[in-house]
T-cell receptor, first 111, second 114 residues
């Protein structure tokens, strides 16, 4: 039982490049989330998916897109990376209202 | 919408001393409350949660928290800390009726000193 997995673990991009962060969960959860974590700011929600086929914006969605590929997988895409998107990105999954299970994170640097 | 305040950004404490990490929230609806721990270079893991019932909640690693509705608080306590408790601790709140409104506090860095 792997829980929540994320790939890649580390990534360095140049400004303007694009990339997709992958997330998968094997707990059969309906809800999945993408957060970014920056020093002193806690976790900020980028997008979430309450169930397969639905996605909604969170607190900081600008510059990102998401795809809920199926119940297991939820990807985050940066179309044109900016230095302000340098951060640690976490994916999480849960059943509605209950605790969220987190992946190990992706450390992204945009130069 | 909910919000969470963690008044202390850093808490240094000596090994075997007690510790309390403070969390206050604001919400106009019923809430669920959570404490997470994040060790360096890792994801978050759940310490404990309050959904309903007894207001004193016990979690892993000897931690406990008490839900105080009148003071809108959910402080985390441990009677005797270990070096291995050094980590960042996050309080979180969700709307009990519409769980997608899941909000994290800014975190408290606990440093346990020998």
């Amino acid at each position: 039982n792997a829980g929540v997995t994320q790939t890649p673990k580390f990534q360095v991009l140049k400004t303007g490049q694009s990339m997709t962060l992958q997330c998968a969960q094997d707990m059969n959860h309906n809800s999945m989330y993408w957060y970014r974590q920056d020093p002193g700011m806690g976790l900020r929600l980028i997008y979430y998916s309450a169930s397969e086929g639905t996605t909604d914006k969170g607190e900081v969605p600008n510059g990102y897109n998401v795809s809920r590929l199926n119940k297991r997988e939820f990807s985050l895409r940066l179309e044109s990376a900016a230095p302000s998107q340098t951060s640690v990105y976490f994916c999480a999954s849960s059943e509605l209202n209950d605790e969220q299970y987190f992946g190990p994170g992706t450390r992204l640097t945009v130069t | 919408a909910q919000s969470v305040t963690q008044l202390d950004s850093q808490v240094p404490v000596f090994e075997e001393a007690p510790v309390e990490l403070r969390c206050n929230y604001s919400s106009s609806v019923s809430v669920y409350l959570f404490w997470y721990v994040q060790y360096p270079n890792q994801g978050l893991q759940l310490l404990l949660k309050y959904l309903s019932g007894s207001t004193l909640v016990k979690g892993i690693n000897g931690f406990e928290a008490e839900f105080n509705k009148s003071q809108t608080s959910f402080h985390l306590r441990k009677p005797s800390v270990h070096i291995s408790d050094t980590a960042e601790y996050f309080c979180a709140v969700s709307d009990a009726d519409y769980g997608q409104n899941f909000v994290f506090g800014p975190g408290t860095r606990l440093s346990v000193l020998p």
